[in-house]
T-cell receptor, first 113, second 114 residues
Framework: GNSVTQMEGPVTLSEEAFLTINCTYT??????LFWYVQYPGEGLQLLLK?????DKGSNKGFEATYRKETTSFHLEKGSVQVSDSAVYFC????????????FGKGTSLLVTP | DSGVTQTPKHLITATGQRVTLRCSPR?????VYWYQQSLDQGLQFLIQ???????AKGNILERFSAQQFPDLHSELNLSSLELGDSALYFC?????????????FGPGTRLTVL
């Protein structure tokens, strides 16, 4: 079945450092890919998405490119801020799952001043 | 604020009991999804309703059931509760149920089973 694998956290970075959170997926067909962010004590918010191969999703300085050849959707940001501290979830959806989201286990990010 | 509301925010109950969690989707959204977030299982899809009808099922236990009412709000019923049912339960809504529809998440209901 479909699955999403994320790098284990926690990830600790200094402010202004470069961020990469790896995400790979297994799916039949052509899933859509998402990154969601969960701030402490809150629900999930969509950060960015890509619906087909080679699409790049971007938002708030974060980017991820849908790479079908490597089945990956790595999240990157050039310069992180303390306010980016949160848990980041990679997810996919496709027809097979009724378009429900299939999440990775999440990666906790802590950015220190 | 996503526009999705969930009540109650917190729920503490005992093993063997039954509880109902409520979700109101964003105005105009027809689809409601329920997810469970626990430390050991992570975020798991439970069930989806679209315009009052069940559309997809995930890892939902037989002790759990849900429904979506004509006004589109949804309820998740959990019965014969066990300690392992303690988790954060999220509801999400989207306008449609297709692949391009963003899901908006509510703040969650934290269930503690003692």
């Amino acid at each position: 079945g479909n699955s999403v694998t994320q790098m284990e956290g926690p990830v600790t970075l200094s402010e202004e450092a470069f961020l990469t959170i790896n995400c790979t997926y297994t799916a039949t067909g052509y899933p859509s890919l998402f990154w969601y962010v969960q701030y402490p004590g809150e629900g999930l918010q969509l950060l960015l998405k890509a619906t087909k191969a080679d699409d790049k999703g971007s938002n708030k300085g974060f980017e991820a490119t849908y790479r079908k050849e490597t089945t990956s959707f790595h999240l990157e940001k050039g310069s992180v801020q303390v306010s980016d501290s949160a848990v980041y979830f990679c997810a996919l959806s496709d027809l097979r799952s009724g378009y429900a989201l299939n999440f990775g286990k999440g990666t906790s990010l802590l950015v220190t001043p | 604020d996503s526009g999705v509301t969930q009540t109650p925010k917190h729920l503490i109950t005992a093993t063997g009991q039954r509880v109902t969690l409520r979700c109101s989707p964003r105005s105009g959204d027809l689809s409601v999804y329920w997810y469970q977030q626990s430390l050991d299982q992570g975020l798991q899809f439970l069930i989806q309703y679209y315009n009052g009808e069940e559309r997809a099922k995930g890892n939902i236990l037989e002790r759990f059931s849900a429904q979506q009412f004509p006004d589109l709000h949804s309820e998740l019923n959990l019965s014969s509760l066990e300690l392992g049912d303690s988790a954060l339960y999220f509801c999400a809504s989207s306008h449609d149920s297709g692949n391009y529809n963003e899901q908006f998440f509510g703040p969650g209901t934290r269930l503690t089973v003692l």
